[in-house]
Every structure is written in C-alpha cells, then in structure tokens.
C-alpha cells in the first residue's frame, strides 16, 4: 500500500494511502481530543472536537473524516484550534444539565474530562435547563436522559453498525433535534433488544444502565474481567464490584470474540449472582426433601448411582446432556464420560434442543 508525509505539531510522520489525520495521528502516539468519534463505528465529523488547522486551508478540519494528503502541515492545539474547541464545549455546556455532582457517570463522562482539561465552564448566558423528562422510556435496562444528550450520534450508530437494528434515529432540525427511538416511539415498540450497546457508546449520561442507577461510580468500582456463562460464544465483559457485591456489566472493548458487543443476559443477566435462592452447595435427596452436601459426597454419590445403573440396565440405559454454559473443554470432557467410561454414546446438547 503506497504511504505519504506530512507533519503534524512540527513532526513528519508516515501514514498509509487512505488513513485519516485522526487515524494517522493515533498510530505516531499524537493524542487529538475526540467526543463523537469511536474507533468501532463510522466516523461523522458530528462533535468538531477533533478540528485541527491545516496550512493554507481557510477553515479548521474535523481530523477523523479528513484524509491525510502528502506534503500537509497540521496544527493540533494552535490558539486557532483551541479557541474553537473550547467554544464548542461551551455550547454543549449551555444546553447540559449542570447535576455532575450527582449524576452516575461523574468521573467516566467524557464531555466532563474535556470541560476540564479546556477549563470551560457553563457560559455566562446561561444553561437551557431541562428540556426532556427523565427516565419517561419503559426500557425496563436502559435509562434514559436526553437532557445529557449531546447529539453525537454514536448511538444511532452502535445499534446500525454493530447491532443491526436502527432502533434509532435522529428527528427534526435545528435546536429541535433529538434523538428518537423508532417513529419517536418507546424503545422496544422500535424493535430494541435490550442489548445496551446503545449505553455503552454513550459518552455522556444520556443512555445509562438502569440496573446500575444510583449505585456507584466508574472509580468507586473495581472492573473484573470474565467471561459470560450463557453461552458458548466467550464473550467477555468487565464485572464492576463494589462492597463485595455486582453493581454492573460493562463492555470489555479488548475482549477477543465480541469486543464492546454484548446481548442482554450478557449484559443484564448477572441478578442471579446475588439472588437468595441461588444454590451454592450440593443437594442430595432424602425422602422428599433435600439436605446439603460436601461435593465429596455429592460425586460420591453419583458415582455409586451410576455404576448401579449401568450394572442393572446396561450403559445405553444412561444418557448425558451438555451444556452450552460450559467450555468446549468441559463439553469434550463430558463426551469422553459417558463414551470412556459409561459407554454409551448417548450424548446431547442443550443449545440442539
């Protein structure tokens, strides 16, 4: 693939035919500030936070849809290009509300990491109030604020580029644009899965989990990676801990099979942890009630039965049944059981049924 020069801050650095300044930037390690962009998703140029100045150019360029071309010079934080940030995010400001104190992504909101590091402030003229009411979507996983919204449109492209969905879209013009599920319906009347995708591409409080409300804070929290049981596909996330309890599922964006993506159970499906009836120690019967077990005895036991069985009614008269909440090497070992050792190829599998 051919390659082209040009400079960026004073440093000429090499970038393929092709690759954005953005893109180029981020590969030579030159940080430009971004809102809007999202390396899963098709660049907009919506937000203008990532504006740079290109010598001889009479306007300031969004840096994620500006194709690097040979021979260009670029400025990254001239007075031009910071003065323009800064009065982008004060914009966004003025029609934001100002709950930072209380509001859940306090300390992870990326229009707040960049208010302070421009140290931009609500202007003078004042802040809009709210416009929206708050949490009105039935969703029963995502909440919903779009007093926060900052019309970056990375929702509505989460659930098109990666879910496939379109539950959104963008309504009306001018200061009357919004953000809409559907024909400006509820969610799941537009088809939405509950897949939060939606919330995890949100870089305000705008979409958020519901689950999660009131519960804890980004450094408050500490991430535990995993991988999901429900299936077998090995999704993995990052379980947010608090207090020794779960608080919430966040998306892993290094995570090998999925990346960012996670289906509702993945996401939302991790109550049971905590839920009182769950077991947590072997049951054996006796009469007809249960009694807790050691595992010792609990296998023990299982042993016994099974060789009773297979000595009275021959090992065809024993069938096994996996399980897709396992690993492929627990499925295999499970297959090697009742074929090595019970004899029977009698052998299904749930996610079959």
């Not at 960026?8 to 030579?28: H, P, S, Y």
């Not at 899965?193 to 450094?219: I, N, V, W």
Request: hydrophobic share 35%.
């Amino acid at each position: 693939m051919a390659t082209i020069d040009f400079t960026i801050d004073g440093r000429t650095i090499q970038a393929e035919e092709g690759q954005t300044i953005l893109e180029a930037a981020q590969v030579a390690g030159i940080r430009i500030p971004t809102l809007c962009y999202h390396r899963d998703l098709t660049p907009t140029g919506n937000c203008r936070i990532c504006v740079v100045e290109i010598e001889g150019q009479r306007f300031l360029q969004a840096a994620c849809v500006t194709p690097a071309a040979n021979g260009i010079v670029v400025h990254t934080a001239s007075e031009r290009v910071v003065k323009s940030r800064r009065k982008t995010l004060e914009l966004m400001l003025a029609n934001h509300p100002q709950d930072c104190l209380t509001c859940d992504l306090g300390g992870s909101c990326e229009l707040q990491d960049l208010a302070y590091e421009y140290q931009v402030e609500v202007p003078s003229w004042g802040s809009k109030g709210t416009r929206y009411e708050v949490d009105s979507d039935p969703n029963p996983f995502v909440r919903v604020d779009f007093n926060k919204c900052i019309l970056c449109r990375r929702c509505v492209q989460a659930c098109a580029e990666i879910q496939c969905r379109d539950v959104w879209g963008v309504a009306y013009r001018g200061f009357d644009e919004e953000i809409v599920a559907g024909a400006n319906t509820t969610m799941l009347d537009a088809r939405c899965e509950s897949c939060g995708q939606c919330a995890a591409y949100c870089p305000t409080g705008a979409l958020s989990d519901k689950m999660a409300h009131g519960l804890g804070r980004a450094h408050q929290v500490t991430k535990v990676t995993t991988t999901c049981t429900y299936c077998g596909v090995g999704c993995q996330f990052d379980l947010n801990v608090m207090n020794d309890k779960i608080i919430r599922v966040t998306s892993n964006p290094d995570a090998p099979a999925n990346g960012m993506a996670l289906c509702v159970k993945g996401r939302y499906g991790y109550d049971f942890i905590h839920h009182p009836d769950r077991l947590t120690k072997p049951l054996i019967r006796q009469g007809d009630g249960f009694v807790e077990a050691s595992w010792d005895e609990a296998l023990d036991l299982i042993a016994s039965r099974l060789g009773q069985i297979k000595e009275e009614s021959g090992p065809n008269s024993i069938a096994f049944l996996a399980s897709a909440k396992c690993t492929n090497e627990e499925n295999y070992l499970i297959q090697k059981l009742a074929r090595a050792v019970i004899g029977t190829n009698n052998v299904d599998h749930c996610a079959r049924l």
